[in-house]
C-alpha cells in the first residue's frame, strides 16, 4: 500500500509539472508556439461546387486512365492560390486527396511547389495534414518504381527550405508531428509498408527486440531493399531543424509530439556514427556550437540534469532510442557518467525504469553487463515487489546475449521468489504468479487456479530455459515437480504454453522432459482444439519416446474430426501421422521406432552436441511477443530434422530395403516443412493496438513493468 501511495504521488508531481510548464507558455506566448493552424478564408461556393461535381465525375464512370488524370490535372489547376483553403476544408481535403492520388507525378510535382510557402500552416492542419500525407505517399509510390528526377528533389528540397523556418510550429503539433516524420522518412527512403514503424512504436516489438539473445537487429538493417534515398537532403534539413529550434530545445525533447520527430530523426541516422555524434550531444543539452567529439561529450552536459530528465514520460522515450543507437564510444560515455551509481533509483521510477531496461538490452560488452548487476543483481526481489520485472527480465536477456554471468542471474531470481527455508519446487509456481504472489501473505500462498500467468514471469523462464542445464537444474526441478493440474493450467495459458515449449526445446535430458509430457494425459486432445496448445502438443510429441507418442495420438484420435476443422488442426495431424495410427498402428510404431533409431544413431555417429552454446543459444526473440520479421533461420530441431531424414533416405538406398516405406514417410514430412512457416507465423498472438495519432508512442501510459 505504501509504494502505491509513493506511485500515486510522483503521478501528481509530475501533473503539477507539467501544468507549471503550461503556465509559463500562458504567460509568454511567444515562448512556444501553439501548432495550430489559423486560417481566416474558406473556401467559396462556386469553387466548391466545382470540385464537389469533379468528385462525382471520379467515382463514376471515368476508368480510362489517360482521361482521369487530364481530369485531375485540370482540377489540380484550379486549386492555384487557393491551396491552404481547399486543403484544410474538411469535405473537399479528401477529393483533394483523390486528386493526388491519380494525377500524374508532373502534375503532383507542380501542385506542391505552387503551395510549398503554404506548406507548414497545411501541415498543422488536421484536414490539410492527411493531404500533405497523401502527397508524400504518392511521390514515395513513384519512387519506389521509377528514378527520381531533378523535378521531384527540387519540390522536396523547397519543402525542406519552407519547413526548416517553421521546425517549431510543426513539430509541437500534433498532425504537424506526423507529416514532419513522413518527409524524414521519404527522403530516407523507407518504403511505404515500413512507414508506420516510424510513426507508432509498438510495445510488443520494442520487448521483443530488448528480449532477444542475439544481437539487436537495427531499423537500417530492416530496410535491406530500402528505395532511392535523399541523403544530403535528409541532412540538410536534420541540421537546419536543430539550428532553428535551438532556442526551444529544453522544451522540445519533453514535448509530447516534438519528441516524436527527434525519435525518428534518430532511427533514421542509425549507423551514420557522424552525424549522431553530432545530434545526441545536443539532445542532451549541449549547445550546436560546443558540439566537437574529442572523447568528452557529456563534459559540457549536467549529468544531474539528464538524469531528472529521464523521469519525464516525453524525454525517457527520447532517451531509450539514443542508447539503441547511440555510437559505442558515446554509450560508453553516457553509461559511465549518466547512469553508474543511479540505476536501483532509475528503476524503480515508472518512467525511467524502461530507460533502464534499453540500457541493458543495448549493452556492448561483458564488462558493461557487469556493471550493471553490481547495481542491479543484489536488487532482485526489491525490482518484482515494486512491479519492476521487465528490468530483471531484461537483464537476464542481455547476460544470455553476451554470455556472462547466466548462473549468477539464475541464482537471484531463484533467491528473490523463494523464502529463506523454502523449497526450491516453489520457484516456477511464484515466478507464474509474480504479481500475486508478492502481494498476498507469502507463507499461506497456493496456486490461484483459473488465473492468467504473468506475462513477464513467463518470458523470463523462456529466457532461463535457454541457458546452459548446469545454472537452471533447480528451474528444471521446480517445474517437473509440479501437479499435474497445475502442469495443464500452464498448457493451456498462452504464455505458460510457451515456458513448456521453452523446456521440451531445451537441453534437459529426455527423462525430465518425458516426465512433464506425462501429466498432461488424457488432455492432448482437448489442448490441440486452441492454437497456443496446438503447438505445445506438436513439441511435446517431438520430445518423447514411442509409447508416450501413441498415447499423443491416441488423445488426438478421438477429436480428429473436429480437429481437422479447426485452422491448425490439418497440420499437426499430419506431424503426429494419425491417418496412419488410426488405419495401420503397427506400421506406425514401426515408422516411429525408426526415425528415433536414426535419430539415435546420427547424434552417436556425427556427435551432436545439444549443449553446444552456438547452436541453442541463438534462439529468436521469446514467442509471447511479436517480433519484427527479419531473414528466416532455421532452429535447432529443423536442422536436426532435415539432417536426420536425409540419413534415413540414404539408409534406405543402402540397404534396398523398406523403400516404399520410406517414400511414403518423405511425402508426409514434406507436408510437415511445407506448413512449417504457416506453424512459425501462427504462434504469434493477435494483438489490438491503439493509434491514438501519434499519441500511442510518446504519450502512452506507463504501465508498471
Known amino acids: ?12 508531481n509530475v501533473r503539477n509539472h507539467w501544468k507549471e510548464g503550461f503556465s509559463k507558455v500562458k504567460e509568454n506566448p511567444a515562448s512556444l508556439p501553439s501548432g ?17 461535381e469533379i468528385s462525382s465525375l471520379l467515382e463514376g464512370n471515368v476508368n480510362d486512365l489517360e482521361e482521369r488524370s487530364v481530369l485531375c490535372g485540370n482540377a489540380l489547376e484550379e486549386t492555384r492560390g487557393k491551396e491552404l483553403q481547399i486543403a484544410s476544408d474538411k469535405i473537399l481535403s479528401h477529393v483533394l486527396e483523390i486528386l493526388l492520388q491519380s494525377c500524374s507525378v508532373d502534375q503532383l510535382c507542380s501542385f506542391l511547389l505552387s503551395c510549398a510557402n503554404d506548406f507548414p500552416s497545411i501541415a498543422i492542419d488536421q484536414s490539410g495534414s492527411h493531404v500533405a500525407e497523401t502527397a508524400f505517399k504518392a511521390l514515395a509510390l513513384y519512387i519506389q518504381y521509377n528514378n527520381a528526377d531533378s523535378a521531384i528533389e527540387q519540390v522536396l528540397r523547397k519543402i525542406c527550405q519552407v519547413v526548416m523556418g517553421n521546425t517549431v510550429d510543426v513539430m509541437c503539433s500534433s498532425y504537424g508531428s506526423h507529416v514532419m516524420r513522413s518527409l524524414l522518412c521519404l527522403l530516407k527512403g523507407v518504403p511505404l509498408d515500413f512507414l508506420e514503424n516510424f510513426h507508432v512504436t509498438k510495445s510488443a516489438t520494442v520487448l521483443a527486440e530488448r528480449l532477444k ?53 534518430l532511427k533514421l541516422l542509425e549507423g551514420d556514427d557522424e552525424e549522431l555524434l553530432h545530434i545526441i550531444p545536443i539532445l542532451l543539452g549541449c549547445n550546436a556550437r560546443d558540439v566537437t567529439w574529442e572523447g568528452e561529450i557529456l563534459s559540457i552536459v549536467s549529468s544531474q540534469t539528464v538524469l531528472g530528465l529521464i523521469k519525464d514520460p516525453a524525454f525517457s522515450h527520447l532517451m531509450e532510442v539514443i542508447l539503441e543507437v547511440a555510437p ?16 536501483f533509483d532509475l528503476s524503480c521510477h515508472q518512467c525511467s525504469n524502461f530507460v533502464v531496461q534499453a540500457l541493458a538490452s543495448s549493452t556492448r560488452h561483458q564488462g558493461q553487463m557487469s556493471l550493471l548487476w553490481e547495481e542491479l543483481g543484489p536488487k532482485f526481489k526489491e525490482l518484482l515487489k515494486l512491479r519492476k520485472s521487465g528490468v530483471v527480465a531484461c537483464l537476464l536477456a542481455g547476460c544470455l546475449r553476451l554470455n556472462t554471468l547466466e548462473k549468477e542471474c539464475c541464482q537471484a531470481l531463484a533467491n528473490a521468489v523463494c523464502l529463506e527455508s523454502g523449497s526450491t519446487s516453489c520457484i516456477i509456481p511464484r515466478i507464474f504468479f509474480l504479481e500475486n504472489y508478492f502481494f498476498e501473505e507469502k507463507s499461506n500462498w497456493n496456486w490461484p487456479l483459473g488465473e492468467r500467468l504473468s506475462t513477464l514471469g513467463c518470458l523470463m523462464l ?14 528444471t526441478s521446480s517445474l517437473t515437480s509440479m501437479e499435474s493440474i497445475h502442469v495443464l493450467e500452464t498448457a493451456k495459458d498462452a504464455g505458460g504454453s510457451r515456458v513448456i515449449e521453452a523446456f521440451l526445446s531445451s537441453d534437459a535430458s ?33 520430445a518423447v519416446n514411442v509409447p508416450l507418442k501413441e498415447v499423443i495420438c491416441s488423445d488426438l484420435l478421438s477429436l480428429q474430426n473436429e480437429l481437422s476443422k479447426t485452422k491448425h488442426g490439418p497440420h499437426l495431424l ?10 495401420k498402428p503397427d506400421q506406425w510404431r514401426s515408422a516411429q521406432a525408426s526415425k528415433e533409431t536414426t535419430k539415435k544413431e546420427f547424434l552417436d555417429l556425427f556427435s551432436f552436441e545439444t549443449k553446444s552454446k552456438n547452436v541453442n543459444y541463438k534462439a529468436a526473440a521469446p514467442s509471447g511477443v511479436k517480433s519484427p520479421q527479419g531473414p528466416k533461420k532455421k532452429r535447432k530441431g529443423d536442422i536436426m530434422d532435415s539432417l536426420i531424414k536425409d540419413v534415413e533416405k540414404s539408409m534406405a538406398k543402402v540397404s534396398g530395403l523398406g523403400q516404399k516405406r520410406h517414400r511414403s514417410e518423405d511425402k508426409d514430412n514434406k507436408g510437415a516443412s511445407d506448413s512449417l512457416e ?7 498472438k493477435k494483438r489490438k493496438e491503439r493509434n491514438n495519432d501519434g499519441l500511442s508512442n510518446s504519450c502512452r501510459k506507463r504501465k508498471v513493468a
Open 574 to 583: 499430419r506431424k503426429c501421422d494419425v491417418a496412419r495410427y488410426s488405419n
Open 462 to 475: 523462456q529466457i532461463i530455459f535457454r541457458l546452459p542445464r548446469e545454472h537452471t537444474q533447480q528451474y
Open 678 to 684: 504457416y506453424s512459425s507465423d501462427s504462434t504469434k
Open 328 to 343: 559505442d564510444s558515446l554509450y560508453s560515455e553516457i553509461f559511465t557518467k549518466v547512469f553508474r551509481g543511479s540505476l
Open 36 to 52: 495550430k493552424s489559423s486560417l481566416s478564408k474558406r473556401v467559396d461556393p462556386e469553387t466548391s461546387k466545382y470540385f464537389l
Open 213 to 265: 539473445s542475439s544481437s539487436r537487429k537495427s531499423d537500417g538493417e530492416h530496410l535491406a531493399q530500402m528505395q532511392q534515398s535523399f541523403p544530403d537532403l535528409l541532412k540538410f534539413l536534420v541540421r537546419g531543424m536543430l539550428s532553428n529550434a535551438s532556442e526551444h530545445m529544453e522544451t522540445l525533447r519533453v514535448h509530447n509530439f516534438g519528441t516524436l520527430v527527434l525519435q525518428t530523426v
Open 510 to 542: 529426455v527423462k525430465q522432459k518425458q516426465k512433464i509430457v506425462s501429466k498432461l494425459k488424457g488432455h492432448f486432445g482437448e489442448l490441440a482444439m486452441h492454437q497456443s496448445g496446438c503447438f505445445t502438443v506438436e513439441k511435446c510429441f517431438s
Open 1 to 12: 500500500m505504501k509504494e502505491r501511495r509513493n506511485e500515486r504521488k510522483e503521478r501528481k
